[in-house]
């Protein structure tokens, strides 16, 4: 695994905190001194502790980036999907506080300028994209789209999980959800053998 560089630290402490802590709750003072960098450090990156609301994509990236490491390359990349998809329901339920979540959900759909979420050249997108496209040369995935379509239906469903959690306040366990309903939204582009 590859060393965390200094704002890769202070984006992963700062979104423990917010979730131990809550957001109001949290200083950046703390989040410098638990991160183990400096306050030149910390606003070099950041102007203010509301712009680690936007980094939460840097935090996923980090986490896919660490499953990709370690998934089993002979896995079928249709079920390597679903265990992103659920390995990463899971992080959201376990690490991510609810309320500041769905405050980002909804920052992104006013932001006039760069919607992180939408971002196709991060981790995210390019790893769904490569598993989809080693899927389709596999014969495990349809080829009849693009690889990067179905990579953003593939997000789009992810993002209407997560949604519907939010506004269900975390009644229910996301990944559980996940689990049981993401395959039936991607079972067209699944060719059973």
Not at 71 to 83: A, G, I, R, T
Request: charged letters at 25%; proline letters at 2%.
């Amino acid at each position: 695994m590859k060393e965390k560089t200094v704002k890769s630290k202070i984006v992963s402490t700062a979104w423990r905190l917010f979730y131990e802590k809550g957001y109001s709750e949290t200083t950046v003072d703390e989040i410098i001194e638990q991160s183990g960098t400096s306050k030149g450090s910390f606003y070099y990156y950041f102007r203010t502790k509301d712009e680690l609301l936007n980094s939460l994509s840097e935090v996923f990236d980090e986490f896919y980036e660490e499953l990709d490491a370690t998934m089993n390359p002979n896995m079928n990349c249709f079920d390597k999907l679903m265990y992103l998809n659920f390995e990463a329901h899971k992080l959201v339920e376990d690490k991510i506080n609810i309320d500041i979540l769905a405050s980002m959900y909804s920052t992104q759909l006013v932001a006039a300028g760069r919607r992180h979420l939408l971002d196709y050249t991060r981790t995210y997108y390019t790893l769904l994209t490569r598993i989809i496209s080693d899927g389709q040369r596999r014969g495990e995935i349809l080829d009849t789209m693009p690889a990067h379509e179905i990579a953003n239906y593939y997000a789009m469903c992810e993002r209407s999980m997560v949604t519907e959690w939010c506004l269900n306040k975390g009644a229910y366990s996301l990944s559980g959800f996940s689990k049981k309903f993401m395959p039936i939204m991607m079972e067209h582009f699944r060719i059973k053998k």
